[in-house]
T-cell receptor, first 115, second 111 residues
Framework: GAVVSQHPSRVICKSGTSVKIECRSLDFQATTMFWYRQFPKQSLMLMATSNEGSKATYEQGVEKDKFLINHASLTLSTLTVTSAHPEDSSFYIC???????????FGPGTRLTVL | DAKTTQPPSMDCAEGRAANLPCNHSTISGNEYVYWYRQIHSQGPQYIIHGLKNNETNEMASLIITEDRKSSTLILPHATLRDTAVYYCIVKTQTGANNLFFGTGTRLTVIP
């Protein structure tokens, strides 16, 4: 199956700082990238969908100016949490769109803790 | 996509079969049943999927009822590493579609 990596795997930052999370699809080209977040003891929730070379589409309740998504290439998408606050502490997971496969593949996740 | 209902938690003895049920009574004809699992602090992992026939792979078996309103994921010989949250998801088989994760079943394999 497809290999997806995320960096960093975990990050701790101070309130008010910005954090960038990278997601790479290592062995195939992803024209679409899904970004999920997962709060403790909750299920994954889709935040946004990005398409290579165009603006991301955000789910209701997700601030597009706070969660900046860049999908500049077919193998790299980034999520930047700007001016992070403790309520942004969560597990962030990327998943490339996989037309041609029956299943979805997911990155290993990035655990963000905002102090 | 149709909604699914799963028990919130289950226990299973190590080495025994784990049978995880899922109800999807509003499934439509072109929707598949997918199973994923998420081990703690990891991304979800695909397990198996099916349309109406029973399916088996190296990880699990999927039994779908004839009316397709429910299914059961079977892990034939559960190990401690199978402890995870298991998600049953119903969706059409088209590419580049995001998945809707319900609450899933937290399976705990007990030594």
């Amino acid at each position: 199956g497809a290999v997806v990596s995320q960096h960093p795997s975990r990050v701790i930052c101070k309130s008010g700082t910005s954090v960038k999370i990278e997601c790479r699809s290592l062995d195939f080209q992803a024209t679409t990238m899904f970004w999920y977040r997962q709060f403790p003891k909750q299920s994954l929730m889709l935040m946004a969908t990005s398409n290579e070379g165009s603006k991301a589409t955000y789910e209701q309740g997700v601030e597009k100016d706070k969660f900046l998504i860049n999908h500049a290439s077919l193998t790299l998408s980034t999520l930047t949490v700007t001016s992070a606050h403790p309520e942004d502490s969560s597990f962030y997971i990327c998943s490339p769109g996989t037309s041609g496969y029956n299943e979805q593949f997911f990155g290993p996740g990035t655990r963000l803790t905002v102090l | 996509d149709a909604k699914t209902t799963q028990p919130p938690s289950m226990d299973c003895a190590e080495g025994r079969a784990a049978n995880l049920p899922c109800n999807h009574s509003t499934i439509s004809g072109n929707e598949y049943v997918y199973w994923y699992r998420q081990i703690h602090s990891q991304g979800p992992q695909y397990i198996i999927h099916g349309l109406k026939n029973n399916e088996t792979n190296e990880m699990a078996s999927l039994i779908i009822t004839e009316d397709r309103k429910s299914s059961t994921l079977i892990l034939p010989h559960a190990t401690l590493r199978d402890t995870a949250v298991y998600y049953c998801i119903v969706k059409t088989q088209t590419g580049a579609n995001n998945l809707f994760f319900g609450t899933g079943t937290r399976l705990t394999v007990i030594p």
